[in-house]
């Protein structure tokens, strides 16, 4: 039987199949072949999640066959992209029509579609995650059908799949909202964290990005801060100062296997929280040495968004994969859940639907629309149906 691993190789589970689908058509067919025989679909896209969200449990589907940019256009500043399409690959054909993402993650390895089923997010508080930059969708239905969702045709539907945790049919292609393309300057430096605190909200009203990295053996911060600027590149980039287009300097090289826990905490609550865990790695995790990072995302209307209609905070901490990461992560989820922390959909969690439909102010919605477009649940993973109402 094949298995599947998530990038970590901390998900894995044993599969029926798995099939690499290079058309839209093909897509179709697996979905009515898979409902005749009572099987489930989960589409992948680069399995960095470090969740349950894109584990498979019987038949997985890879999308990297579709992938790189459909069409722009320029006056709109929109482009049609295929949903397998890893965030690097774009990159360089939407600059050549004069366009860019917004904002992209840490990393470019996610697929579009996996980053954006998630509310993958960068740092900047005027700036939101991918999911809201989400302005249409093909999908594949439960019934094999090819569907276009855009706000007017379909309202629930598209609200729903701006944030799709896979569980809405096979997203084929997207429409996103860009902007033209622009060059940033990035300047990064260490510093003492009780230095750096008091500085912090400053750091973040005046820079488009700012972000650091917390080490806890050390107490040093690294920090990062990025604007735009019209001067010159220079190549090659350098580590801690960049100048260059904003797809060449945002995103990092993240080597080091890993896994993670990431909430997303009231923007005025941050700096308390962070004090929270840094006591908890002090006096009860001292043996950690993997870092915290801290940065901030623009409030949305994205249902199941960990920013919705709030100004955002987000706070990750690390573990080693080959450590039980269960009692660091379990304790720091209490401390980010008294902060009103709502937790990022590709990282551990722990919570249950009832304590997510808490703090999710549209979650029946979202499962509404969700049931409505696959009542036999064909898309649901195990782990997604044990979070259905
Ligand atoms: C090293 C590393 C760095 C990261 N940095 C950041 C960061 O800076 N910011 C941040 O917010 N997150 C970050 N993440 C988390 C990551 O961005 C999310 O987990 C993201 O969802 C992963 O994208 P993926 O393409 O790997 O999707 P997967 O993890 O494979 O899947 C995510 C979800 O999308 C669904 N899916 C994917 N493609 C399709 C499709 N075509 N149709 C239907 N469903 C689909 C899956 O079923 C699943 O529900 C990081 C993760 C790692 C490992």
Redesign the pocket.
Known sequence: MPRWS???GKQQSKIQAQHFVRSEDDAAGLVVACAQQGLRV?????????SQ??LPDQVAVD?SGLSGVISTDAEQRTAWVW??SPIYSLGRPLWEAGLALHNQ???D???I???T??????TGATLG?LSSRVLAAELITAKGQRLTVTESSEPALFQALRT????L????RLQLQLRNAYRLHQRSWSQGLENLLPEIDSHIAENRHFEFFWYPQTDQAHAKIINETEADCVYPLGDDERLAWSYEVLPSH?PVRHT?M?YSIPAEHGIDCLREIQQLLKTRFSDIAWPVEYRTVAADDVWLSAACQRPTVTISVHQDIGADDEPYFRACEAVFSRWGGRP????VNYLSGSELAAIHPQWSHWWQARDAADPEGIFLNDYMRSLQP
């Not at 989960?42 to 470090?50: I, K, P």
């Not at 799709?164 to 569980?167: A, F, P």
């Open positions: 998530n990038w970590s989960r589409t992948a896209g680069a399995g960095h999640s470090h969200v894109a999308l949903a397998g993650g840490d990393i390895r996610q697929a579609a996996g980053a089923a998630t509310g993958t997010h960068g995650n799709h945790l896979g569980s049919g096979i997203v084929t993240r993670e990431e990022h959909w590709g990282k």
